[in-house]
């Protein structure tokens, strides 16, 4: 079975910093893509970031400039590091990947198949 699971969430302040991993079980990220998003209570699930098999990558304009995903394939691990961090950043974030054999950059979370439980990010201030 293909699971994904987010680690590396918490409390923050404001400004500071937080690094996000997520690793596959039964699956491998370098034959896919794979997205990050983030979700608050009572909001839709929306797009942070996305880097495809070839590594390109693509952010949301929220986030551009001061997160970065990669990509470790010896580890098999991605990660979202994330700086200058703000109130609106909070929410739970979700690894999510395609298909393997499937390319994209996609920001709709409609197209990814397979999800992480989630990792809490709090920003205080």
């Known amino acids: 079975q293909v699971q994904l699971v987010e680690s590396g969430g918490g409390l923050v302040q404001a400004g500071g910093s937080l690094r996000l991993s997520c690793t596959a079980s039964?699956?491998?990220?370098?034959?896919?893509?794979t997205g990050w998003f983030r979700q608050e209570t009572g909001k839709e699930r929306e797009f942070v970031a996305v880097?495809?098999?070839?590594?390109?990558?693509h952010y949301a304009d929220s986030v551009k400039g001061r997160f970065t995903i990669s990509r470790d394939d010896a580890r098999n691990t991605v990660s979202l590091q994330m700086n200058s961090l703000k109130a609106e950043d909070a929410g739970t974030y979700y690894c999510?990947?395609?298909?393997?054999?499937?390319?994209?950059?996609?920001?709709?979370?409609?197209?990814?198949?397979?999800w992480g439980q989630g990792t809490q990010v709090t920003v205080s201030s």
């Open positions: 999510a990947t395609g298909r393997e054999g499937i390319d994209s950059i996609s920001r709709s979370r409609y197209t990814y198949s397979i």
């Open positions: 039964g699956h491998t990220f370098s034959r896919s893509y």
């Open positions: 880097i495809s098999m070839d590594e390109r990558t």
